[in-house]
């Protein structure tokens, strides 16, 4: 079965600092990959997607992730984060084909303090 | 430009009570989704619809009915609540169904808090 793995549950950051958040699936085939974030009281917004191509992917607001398949990774990565970055970060998979049933990972958690 | 929408927002229930939770979509979308939101897991699929007349377990199914009223309406059903349903729930929808839509993202309402007391 696939699964989704984000190692980091809690982040706290200083505006301006780097981010890199770390997520790893499971799953033989080939996958499609997404980050959501879910800003504090609102439903989930797609920050970026991985199909095909460039492993080098960038979304919205500044935020970038590189999925390597050998280590069947997608981290998402952020050069200088803002307070107004302060919310929850969901990777997800689905595999091509089949009913794109989206599977979760637990979630990250960042505040970004001022 | 509602995109998915959701009612109630908040509920409280006893334990015992029935609900159904609404979800509305206005994309003509034919796929429809129902996940519940636990603190520390993530998002898990409950229910999904992958088109008009069909729906299908997803990974936490039990304690949940689902109908598929209509292309747009998708409920999801709480016979007898209890208090490990106590959750967020979400709503979901995308465009088409099969393997040519699995790179599209998923369009999520925003969400019903529901407490089972």
């Known amino acids: 079965a696939q699964s989704v793995s984000q190692h980091n549950h809690h982040v706290i950051l200083s505006e301006a600092a780097s981010l890199e958040l770390g997520c790893n699936y499971s799953y033989g085939g080939t996958v499609n990959l997404f980050w959501y974030v879910q800003y504090p009281g609102q439903h989930l917004q797609l920050l970026l997607k991985y199909f095909s191509g460039d492993p080098l992917v960038k979304g919205i607001k500044g935020f970038e992730a590189e999925f390597i398949k050998s280590k069947f990774s997608f981290n998402l990565r952020k050069p200088s984060v803002q307070w107004s970055d302060t919310a929850e970060y969901f990777c997800?998979?689905?595999?091509?084909?089949?009913?794109?049933?989206?599977?979760f990972g637990a979630g990250t958690r960042l505040a970004v303090h001022p | 430009n509602a995109g998915v929408t959701q009612t109630p927002k908040f509920q409280v229930l006893k334990t015992g009570q029935s609900m159904t939770l609404q979800c509305a979509q206005d994309m003509n979308h034919n796929s429809m989704y129902w996940y519940r939101q636990d603190p520390g897991m993530g998002l898990r699929l409950i229910y999904y619809s992958a088109s008009e007349g069909t729906t299908d377990k997803g990974e936490v199914p039990n304690g949940y009915n689902v109908s598929r009223l209509n292309k747009r309406e998708f409920s999801l059903r709480l016979e007898s609540a209890a208090p490990s349903q106590t959750s967020v729930y979400f709503c979901a929808s995308l465009p088409g169904t099969g393997g040519s839509y699995s790179n599209q993202p998923q369009h999520f309402g925003d969400g019903t808090r529901l407490s089972i007391l």
């Open positions: 997800a998979v689905t595999a091509s084909g089949g009913y794109n049933k989206l599977i």
